[in-house]
């Protein structure tokens, strides 16, 4: 079965000059691909009627299903009604629908109807309008040759809305679509390149129905498959054994699969084992402590974090002997083990993490160089270390030292599953 | 003077289909408006031959600039690198250059070239490399009667560094570019339609060539001014006198301009009156210390932090009186005040900050709702506090609180200057 294949149309001067970030775009791709539509272009474009015009015609000779956000407002610089009108050749006038539905959401909300809001029910003659329950702005649906355009608003959560209630239901019911399947592994600890390697038998021996792509993001990887066929079972079946033949070349660095993050699946094993964790971060300065506690419920299993900036601090709070950082060093193995070890003793967790580090741009000495960090992981009486030796990017060094830390916790946890 | 026009392309599968969110050509968008250069249209396409040189030809007719992020690792699904040499009818050939910084690189990182990074360095022929400091895949600058093609990597801090260091240079003297000038005032502590209400007036009398923008982000706004003309010199003279006029009408929320953020102005009035900082953070997990600490040089004033997740370290580790705990609860005006002044006190700081509250999306009762969050800052004996009413959701309270908190130390910090 052919793809069905559909192109986004985002229409906003606030878009082209960097004002507003589009996220529509972004959420509307992954509607589509959950539906098996496949997306082959996004495209943005001012508020231009040429430019409008030229960005309707070139999509339709590409793609089934045309979706446009954008342009919708009641004033003069808003053109996607015009050009819509244009571009179908017909006349924009009032919809008896439209207008009521539009009377009805202003006195719900304690309005009235002024003149320019009136507006918003004069709609293209030749389209079938798409209420919307969340705003002013209705969506207009052109079927042309086998081909459909929807215009939606730009406002997300009308777009959304008007998405799942009225545009996706319309275009399952519309076009035969094909089955997909995503399957994501989720990696860390090994680079891009590495793992390309390792996987590089495995890869050229996958299916033509099946992809795979890269998916990196500061040391952590998604691995994505996507296949297609007909049948759903037969694909999850088919990807369930690809996925079985690849685990055995990278065990070690799988941490868990499609949308839970690193910090979610180090959650989950806590919990499970009712352990707790405790972290001293120097050099991350708080950043794996907001990660940890970005996932809802993490007090079930996080007791707290010290961020000891200054060195009296690591002496006085957290109970580093004064002789190991004045022979070694802040910045040295022995320091974090002791870090990580007394975190977890003073508060009371299973589990101590620590890190240490020249995060950049200064403070680099030719010993102890911008972007060297030493991390630790303390259970029970053994204390796992790593050195690590980063960029000069203080923010990308802080990233890659939270996965790091992260990944050294999940082995630990994994092997003592 | 005519515009000169840019298309940004964005190549990857991974964002047609929804799972990685776009922001480079965001980003880019307000780089290139910021010069002068008017982008008229941005275009994603999937990792597939015949689209990519569609649109680098449809691109090419339109604007004099374009430039292209992403497809550019090193594994087989990344097709920027092949379809420009086809584009531009060239080989791809082993870069000296390229491969001499891609094994500095490497050896900086402590790391070995393997097979496939190595191919890193191999670059269309007729292009000239453009350095990627923090990375393995260089960019691409090509010339072509006039126009130009840049391909840079996808990786965003990447394509940020290579944007600033190299291509926005090289644009600017490339290309004859209009004179812009733009003034950026950042304030904090007020919604943006309370905003707009207040310079109303102000904003109707702006004159013809200046354009202003409202910039919001979770509770700190930016206001941007954007004046065109031909000479810098009397641009910046209108607008400094433009920001004579906005001032006093909003001169308590402003905390700094252009492009330093709350954290890093704190930092410098910090650094000024040689005091110290040291945070107390409940509901905003570490996120706080964080933002201090993505500063260089914030450990000259940044003492430290502690995240007593649990209630027992509030009151173990961090001396919060139990009474106040059993009788007001850890998120209580009572609670958040002893957290500011102990950690202040025990972390030997001037300002202490503190935070608690019921961050979502569970824990909620009818007492206390969750978005309710208590904020205090204490300095020498005195400690003042606030109450938040914020939303359901996690993530947005911890970043709306964050500002909340550092614009209460702001406050503060600018009384006693």
């Not at 009805?104 to 918003?120: C, D, H, P, V």
């Not at 608003?153 to 959304?160: A, F, L, N, Y």
């Not at 094993?269 to 964790?277: F, G, I, S, V, Y």
Request: include cysteine.
């Amino acid at each position: 079965m052919n793809n069905v294949l559909a192109e986004l149309i985002t229409i906003g001067d606030e878009i082209l000059y960097g004002q507003t970030l589009d996220t529509n775009a972004h959420w509307m791709s992954g509607e589509l691909d959950k539906i098996g539509v496949k997306v082959i272009r996004r495209t943005t474009c001012g508020d231009v009627e040429e430019e409008i015009l030229q960005v309707f015609k070139e999509a339709e000779q590409r793609a089934s299903i045309i979706l446009i956000t954008g342009g919708l407002g009641p004033t003069s610089d808003d053109l996607t009604k015009p050009c819509l009108a244009k571009y179908f050749n017909c006349d924009i006038v009032m919809n008896k629908q439209a207008l009521a539905e539009l009377e009805a959401y202003m006195t719900s909300r304690g309005r009235e109807l002024n003149k320019l809001t009136r507006l918003q029910a004069a709609l293209p003659e030749k389209c079938e309008m798409v209420s919307n329950e969340r705003g002013t702005a209705c969506g207009m649906w052109f079927n042309k040759d086998g081909k459909v355009f929807c215009s939606m608003p730009g406002v997300p959560h009308e777009m959304k809305f008007m998405m799942l209630e009225k545009v996706i239901p319309r275009i399952k019911k519309e076009f035969h679509l094909p089955v997909i399947y995503h399957k994501i592994v989720r990696l860390a600890g090994i680079g891009e390149s590495w793992l390309a390697e390792k996987i590089e038998d495995w890869e050229n021996s996958l299916p033509e129905n099946v992809k795979l792509a890269y998916l990196p993001n500061f040391g952590d990887i998604k691995l994505r498959l996507t296949a297609s066929g007909n049948v759903l079972d037969q694909l999850k079946q088919q990807v369930g054994l690809l996925i079985q033949d690849l685990l055995p070349l990278v065990t070690q660095y799988v941490y868990g699969y499609d949308d839970d993050p690193l910090e979610k699946v180090i959650g989950h094993l806590l919990r499970k084992k009712n352990q707790k964790l405790a972290l001293a971060e120097s050099c991350t300065g708080g950043y794996v402590a907001h990660r940890i506690t970005t996932i809802p419920g993490s007090s079930d299993y996080f007791n707290g974090a010290l961020v000891p900036y200054q060195n009296e601090l690591k002496i006085e709070e957290l109970g580093v002997n004064r002789v190991t950082i004045e022979r070694y060093g802040a910045v040295s193995e022995e320091t974090v083990i002791e870090m990580a070890r007394n975190v977890k003793d003073k508060f009371s967790a299973d589990y101590g993490l620590a890190s240490s580090g020249i995060a950049g741009p200064g403070g680099g000495t030719p010993d102890k160089p911008v972007g060297l960090i030493w991390i630790a992981c303390a259970h029970g009486n053994d204390v796992r270390t790593r050195k690590l030796n980063l960029t000069k990017d203080r923010e990308v060094n802080i990233r890659l030292t939270s996965v790091a830390l992260l990944t050294l916790l999940h082995q630990r946890l994994v092997e003592n599953d």
